[in-house]
């Protein structure tokens, strides 16, 4: 296997911080085009998009042509959907809603082949490159990337216990469900809010472990990065060209009232 490119270049990212995006259109030609936009990475959501596995093949086979780099958010943390995606090619994967170090371990286990995990294992699928990777299955444990994601009060206070699992790349807040399970939702700039994912990002840094985030809009974002956040997303591929339409239609006064901010993603 080629060095896990996320690794070495989102997740090392020392002059300046990595910037990407969320893809939620499920469509291979928008993410295509998002991924000649400039952005480091992109999100290929399987939470929150109706992303199968075989339209995630689709994304990644759009984004493998392009210079940012993929990131698969899983629908869940389940070890055979962990497998699926694995095999379908994705070297980089997010986590959602892990609560506990065991969680994250066993998370970790997922994507790894015996002894250090219990991935199955299959001779011929898209990672290998249809069998034509000679050391696929000896390489492959070191070559995938994990990314642990933060979601609750809870998370955040066992952040170091699940940066300390063997395997876990970096940490990922996810400031809107962060919000509403702090019953503040809908409002990420409470400063209640905002003082939590503050704290995350000094946590994580005291122990040298990346962190990153999604904000909606550049002043969000920079606000995160302000705060010690190592990488981040902002918006989305919808959010964007949503926004954008907007933008235009009020230009020529034919805008509907819209809120003043744009969704998170």
Not at 74 to 103: H, Y
Not at 178 to 184: D, F, I, N
């Amino acid at each position: 296997m080629t060095a896990n490119e996320f690794r070495e270049t989102v997740l090392q990212a020392t002059e300046r911080p990595a910037i990407g995006s969320w893809l939620m259109a499920a469509s291979a030609a928008v993410a295509e085009a998002m991924g000649y936009c400039g952005f480091d990475f992109l999100v290929v959501d399987m939470e929150h998009s109706p992303l199968h596995i075989a339209s995630t093949v689709e994304l990644l086979r759009a984004l493998a042509a392009t210079p940012a780099v993929p990131l698969v958010r899983l629908a869940n943390s389940d070890q055979v959907l962990v497998k699926q995606v694995l095999d379908a090619g994705a070297r980089n994967i997010m986590f959602p809603f892990i609560q506990t170090a065991e969680q994250a371990h066993a998370a970790v286990s997922y994507t790894r082949y015996p002894p250090q995990g219990v991935r199955g294992v299959a001779a011929m699928h898209r990672a290998s490159h249809y069998g034509h990777s000679q050391h696929y299955l000896r390489d492959a444990n070191g070559g995938i990337a994990v990314v642990i994601q933060l979601e609750t009060p809870e998370a955040i206070d066992a952040l170091e216990q699940i940066a300390a699992v063997p395997g876990v790349d970096s940490l990922f807040v996810g400031p809107g469900d962060l919000a509403a399970a702090m019953g503040h939702i809908g409002e990420i700039g409470h400063a209640d809010v905002q003082a939590m994912i503050a704290r995350a990002a000094s946590r994580a840094r005291a122990i040298g472990k990346p962190i990153g985030i999604v904000g909606g809009n550049p002043p969000m974002v920079q606000r995160f990065l302000d705060y010690g956040y190592t990488w981040s997303a902002i918006a989305s591929d919808l959010a964007l060209l949503t926004g954008r339409a907007r933008e235009w239609l009020d230009d020529l006064g034919r805008g509907l009232r819209t809120p003043a901010s744009a969704p998170l993603y």
